[in-house]
């Protein structure tokens, strides 16, 4: 049996008061998030627009206060299914993607809160923007039109290493991208807040290092299975 419970109240004490925390709830029933819930968890982080979708349309009437936070990549054919609830998108990484979030959220009547997914970890395989792609953004006409999204802040994932001193200071190019970013484009935004960073295997540095949002799984869930043939 998981202590989904046990498992957030130990995190949530060891949490300063500044920082959220988003249990990931990627694989894992809505049973589980049901758990979570009842302990005063909010903020749930999915990885898959369809899964997202179905736990939403599962609990919309018995959680309704429910904060659905995407972390995962984000296709532009399937923005159009999450904007009328989504809370968050964690994993913004490129203006075309943007632009798609801002013309759904204004047909739902929405602003959606945002953050850029930058690039932080040395394997090639993980999305995300480096720092003179996301200027290049930030400066463009077309992003200066947007109306109905909501910057908040940076996303990133670190490496998967033991090397937690190459961990930390990943954590901190992101910090500093962060300071850059909001001293030069957002010095007056108060909304331009967030830095998402942190998992189960190095949250803990990842507070040390700034972070505001940790994204937390199977420290609170206990490990993912998951389905023969599917990510
Ligand atoms: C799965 C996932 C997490 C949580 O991972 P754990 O190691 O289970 O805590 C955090 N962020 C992203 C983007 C994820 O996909």
Known sequence: MVEIVKNIEGIRSRLPMSVELVAVSKTHPVEYILEAYSCGQRIFGENKV???????????????????????????????????????????D???????????????????????????????????????????????????????????????????????EKVRMEMRSLKETFDFVKKNYFAKDLDFREISMGMSSDWKIAIQEGSTMVRIGSTIFGKRIYAVNSK
């Open 94 to 164: 490129s203006l075309k993607l943007l632009q798609e979030i801002d013309k759904h959220a204004k047909k739902d009547g929405r602003v959606i809160k945002c953050l850029f997914e930058m690039h932080i970890a040395s394997e090639e395989t993980k999305f995300g923007l480096d720092r003179d792609e996301l200027v290049q953004i930030l400066e463009s006409q077309e992003f200066k039109l947007l109306q109905n999204v909501k910057i908040c802040g940076l996303m990133g994932m670190a490496s998967n290493t033991d090397d937690t």
């Open 50 to 92: 369809q899964e997202m979708d179905q736990k939403h349309e599962a609990l919309k009437d018995s959680c309704p206060d429910i904060k659905w936070h995407l972390i995962g990549h984000l296709q532009t054919n399937k923005v159009k299914y999450i904007t009328s609830y989504v809370d968050m998108i964690h994993s913004v």
